[in-house]
Every structure is written in structure tokens, then in C-alpha cells.
């Protein structure tokens, strides 16, 4: 097994690099994950990132890797997010209401991870149902942010963040609905691209997904390339999906971008947000980045501020996440009660069963108005530059999912500390948030947010390793034990 500080080496080197070691035969997978392993039990008590750890299933698929294995990921450990099945294992949404309901079948991406080579070592955390933008559910408690264990991580896939900058993980699942794989990567220093709607099949247990798909955390742009070439494309029974790539996303990420026109703005898409300076000052500096770079950067602010719009999505949001309480319901076999689930998971599933189909299928037509407006506004450029956050991350607590009095307050507070996100989604448009900025003054992160054209993840890519090149950001490493850097 390695030791300590080999260990900590290990996990923070980028996945592809480590799938290069094994192929060599550098360093075994086994000793890959025994390292993984043993960084995982040190500091999980600490950050709580991880839910469930597989130990001896990790350790015997890492034995059955051997030195010239060639694919993508062969002997990387990797992380799956709770809310996404891995066959035998818990499956628990960060809920009460799940028991410990035992997953019977892997999602296809998972098994397509598997099928690259890459080592499930856990599931990690998140809040519960994936609702809000921090992650302190009530059943498993906080992730914590490596970068200030007082802080959030994000969310909602927040224990895969912390995971990854903890140096736990060289690479987590995380999966995005409104900003859910952006959101951590902003606030743990990672990248964190959300792919094209439909761009990774939902199977096998759900056909599509209006808000949602999955991809996630790494250190490195290469690496969320090679991630979602592993992951991407459509299984049988989907019900649309998105156009295949003309080549691989790894390669479009390591072409040079042409000069691009770049839309910039702070401009919240929630009147109620307040921007941070350091946030505006992050987004002008990577203005001037770009600008160095050769790219035309033009100020304008997108139609996206849009009367209501909070609640909109929140009339969208409610059904689509009460699905998840109703397969719990299901599998509790009776109807969830305060004692099973959160008070703001509760005032949403009672919200979800008041809205007759008449007024969701009119509130999703809004919705697809709003995203429709948007994509033809952004047409005109390539990409737009925005922040990922529109606050620092936020104390631990500050987001409260639990409030008896006003359960809807941690909703609505959440989107006022990511406003920026949830407008891709509701698009279905590519967008990667950078770690390309640190605030001197508090020692975090400060992400920047991209939004790319429709199914455009490989310019959007292209354009983040570029950034990546000019300002590199992977050695820039959260202060946690046996980092040396």
C-alpha cells in the first residue's frame, strides 16, 4: 500500500494521467485504489463526502486490471453521487424515507465507467433529493469544503466535490438540474461541465430529462473531456437524445479555439440576488484572460431576468423532484411523513400533488418560451461569460432545508446564492464553471461560468483548456493533510 504521502500525490493527479501510469505499469491499480482507500477513510471523518465506502469490491476490480490495459480510465478510482443507482448497493437519496434500499441494477453510465476501466470506491453525499445548492441533509450531514471545513462544499453534488478536492477521488460523479455539478466545482476550485440535455442517457430507470444530466467534478478540462466521451451517448428505451460528437470530446478539447465573440455579464438572473464584488471582479478578469487570448469580449446582459422566474422553476422543480420522494414513498410502501423527510422536501411534495396538469404543462410552455428567447439571444455569440456564484461559498448553515416555520426559505435562499445556473438548464445548452480565480482575501476558490451554444461542448471545452493553459489551476490545491503544495 502506499504510503501517506505517495497516496496524496496519487489523488491529486488527473485521472487520464493515472490511467497512463497503469498502462505502463508504473504503479498497479490495486496500489491506485489502496490509495484512494486510505486517503478516503483518513479524511472522510473530516469532510464527510462519502456515504457509503466499497473497500473489498474496489479492491477486487482493481485486481483484475493489469499493466497495457488501454482503456480511457483503467484502474481510476472514481466516486458515484448518491441519487444514482449502483447495482448492490445503497441507493438513498440523503433521505430517511430510502432506508437502506439496496440499488438492483447499475445506471448505464456507471456501467459504462466500469466498462473504461474506472473503480467505483463509493457513493458520496449530497442534500436531500439534490434540491438545494449546499449539502447538510438531515440524514447523513454536511460535506465540507477542504478549502474551509466551515463552508459549504455546493451542491447538490457536494460530497463528490469535496471528495475530488480533498484528494479522495481523482474524479466524482456529480449531476446537474440546476446548477448541481457547477455549483461544487465552483466552490471546491474544480471544473465542472454540464453537457448538452440528453447528451448521457438517464437509463435505465428514467427515458429523459427536461433539467438534468449527468457528467462530472475533475481537476482537470481533459479530464471532463474523457469523462464524457466515456459516458455520453443514448441506451435503448431513451427518449430523445442528442446528436453524437463528429469526433471525440477529448480531441475537440485539445484543439485551439478560433477567436470567439464572448457575451459578458453580472447581471442576476433572480432580482432578489445580490453579486458579490470578488464575483464581478472574477468575471472581468477573465475578461481581460480572453482578451489577451484573442477573443472579442462584448458587455451585454441576456434576457434572462425574467418576472417570477424563481418561481416558475420552482413550479417545474417541484414535480420533478417529488418523483424521487414517490419512489421512496413506493419503496417505504405508504406516504412520506415529517419524520421521513426534510420540512422543505415535504412543503415541495405537497406542493407538486396541488398542481393540477393544466398549470404545469402551462408553466413548463413558459419555461420553454424563457429558454427559447435565451438561445436565440445567445445566438449571436459564441459563449457567455458569467460568474458560477453569485456570493463566496456560504457558512455552513446559512441554507437551511429544515425550517418547520418557512420550509420554502432554504428553496429560495439557495437561489440566491447560485443564480446563475439553473438558466442552462432550462436552455439545455452546454455550460463549464473554471476554478481559473482564487479571492486573496478569503483563500477560496472563484469560479467562472461559460455557457456554450446548443450541443457545443467541444468549442466550450476547447475554450476552458485554453484558459486552463494560460492561468493553469490543477496544482492550485485545497489545504488538507499530507498536501505539500
Given amino acids: 500500500m502506499p504510503d501517506a504521502a505517495t497516496a496524496a500525490d496519487l489523488m491529486f493527479r488527473p485521472a487520464t494521467e493515472l490511467a497512463s501510469m497503469v498502462r505502463s505499469g508504473e504503479i498497479t491499480a490495486r496500489e491506485l485504489v489502496e490509495a484512494s482507500l486510505s486517503r478516503i477513510d483518513a479524511l472522510n471523518p473530516t469532510y464527510n463526502a462519502f456515504i457509503d465506502v466499497f473497500h473489498d469490491d ?65 457513493s458520496t453525499n449530497l442534500p436531500e433529493f439534490g434540491i438545494v445548492s449546499t449539502t447538510e441533509s438531515r440524514r447523513f450531514g454536511a460535506a465540507r469544503n477542504p478549502w474551509d471545513p466551515a463552508r459549504t462544499a455546493g451542491g447538490s453534488s457536494g460530497g463528490s466535490a469535496a471528495a475530488v478536492a480533498a484528494g479522495m477521488v481523482p474524479i466524482a460523479h456529480a449531476n446537474d438540474g440546476g446548477g448541481s455539478t457547477r455549483i461544487p466545482a ?71 479555439p478560433r477567436k470567439l465573440r464572448i457575451a459578458m455579464t453580472s447581471l442576476a438572473p433572480i432580482d432578489t440576488a445580490n453579486v458579490d464584488a470578488s464575483m464581478i471582479r472574477g468575471v472581468e478578469e477573465a475578461a481581460a484572460l480572453l482578451t489577451d487570448l484573442g477573443h472579442e469580449i462584448v458587455e451585454a446582459d441576456p434576457p434572462w431576468r425574467v418576472p417570477g422566474l424563481l418561481e416558475l422553476f420552482e413550479t417545474l422543480w417541484a414535480p420533478m423532484i417529488s ?93 440566491d446564492f447560485t443564480p446563475f445556473t439553473a438558466v442552462a438548464n432550462l436552455t439545455g445548452s452546454p455550460a463549464i464553471s473554471v476554478p481559473l480565480l482564487q479571492d486573496d482575501e478569503l483563500g477560496l476558490p472563484l469560479g467562472v461560468q461559460l455557457i456554450g451554444q446548443p450541443e457545443g461542448e467541444g468549442a466550450l471545452l476547447a475554450l476552458a483548456a485554453q484558459l486552463e493553459a494560460a492561468q493553469p489551476w490543477a496544482a492550485r490545491l485545497a489545504p488538507v493533510e499530507g498536501v505539500t503544495a
Fill in 58 to 122: 474496489a479492491l477486487a476490480a482493481a485486481d483484475a486490471i493489469s499493466p497495457g490495459d488501454a482503456r480511457l480510465l483503467a484502474g481510476v478510482p472514481i466516486a458515484i453521487k448518491n441519487n444514482r443507482p449502483v447495482a448492490g448497493k445503497r441507493l438513498t437519496f440523503a433521505s430517511a424515507l430510502f432506508g437502506d434500499f439496496i440499488a438492483p441494477v447499475d445506471s448505464v453510465f456507471v456501467e459504462r465507467l466500469r466498462a473504461a476501466g474506472a473503480i467505483v470506491v463509493g
Fill in 186 to 256: 465552483a466552490c471546491c476550485g474544480l471544473v465542472g461541465l454540464k453537457a448538452q440535455r440528453g447528451r448521457v442517457t438517464m437509463g435505465p430507470l428514467v427515458g429523459e430529462s427536461f433539467l438534468t444530466v449527468d457528467g462530472v467534478v475533475s481537476r482537470t478540462t481533459h479530464d471532463s473531456a474523457v469523462a464524457l466521451d466515456v459516458m455520453a451517448g443514448p441506451s435503448l428505451g431513451d427518449v430523445t437524445w442528442a446528436a453524437p460528437p463528429t469526433q471525440p470530446f477529448a480531441a475537440q478539447a485539445g484543439a485551439e
Fill in 323 to 415: 418523483t424521487q420522494t414517490a419512489f421512496g414513498a413506493l419503496i417505504a410502501g405508504r406516504e412520506p411523513t415529517a419524520d421521513d423527510i426534510e420540512p422543505l422536501s415535504l412543503a415541495l411534495y405537497q406542493a407538486a400533488k396541488g398542481i393540477d396538469a393544466l398549470t404545469y404543462a402551462n408553466v413548463l410552455m413558459q419555461l420553454q418560451g424563457v429558454a427559447r428567447q435565451l438561445v436565440m439571444w445567445t445566438a449571436q455569440y459564441d459563449a457567455v461569460l458569467c460568474p458560477t456564484l453569485a456570493q463566496s461559498q456560504v457558512p455552513l448553515g446559512t441554507i437551511d432545508t429544515c425550517d418547520e416555520a418557512d420550509p420554502l426559505s432554504g428553496f429560495f435562499r439557495a437561489g
